[in-house]
Nanobody
């Protein structure tokens, strides 16, 4: 079965940390760009971080730069999103997505074709999401 499964969400206090996992089954993430998205209540889904097939290119939305990191473990076929210094505005459902044609660029511009962080790029696979709540 071809699927992505996220895990690691939960309730954390402001300033705390969480590590999200995106595990793939049925295909190798080494052939895919993987992007983390999030959607807060009443807001549009936004791409926040991506990692290229080789892990040589990684990108972050400005709102999470310096606080979030992304990494891939090819042996585990899993991509991780380490989230530090969490803020209440990070509260959202977090999704991972994978596609061979996406491009992990240093931009969130929707006008760039295939831009991984864009809200209009299509993805072959999506996970079911994991809830992150940042609250005291």
């Amino acid at each position: 079965q071809l699927q992505l499964v996220e895990s690691g969400g939960g309730l954390v206090q402001p300033g705390g940390s969480l590590r999200l996992s995106c595990a793939a089954s049925g295909f190798s993430l080494d052939n895919y760009v993987v992007t983390w998205f999030r959607q807060a209540p009443g807001k549009e889904r936004e791409g926040i971080s991506c990692i290229s097939q080789s892990a040589g290119s990684r990108s972050f939305r400005d709102s999470v730069k310096g606080r979030f990191t992304i990494a891939k473990d090819s042996a585990q076929n899993t991509v991780y999103l380490q989230m530090n210094s969490l803020k209440p505005e990070d509260t959202a459902i977090y999704f991972c997505a994978a596609d061979t044609k996406a491009r992990c660029l240093w931009s969130t511009d929707d006008r760039i074709p295939g831009n991984a962080l864009s809200g209009v790029t299509e993805y072959a696979y999506w996970g079911q999401g994991t809830q992150v709540i940042v609250s005291s």
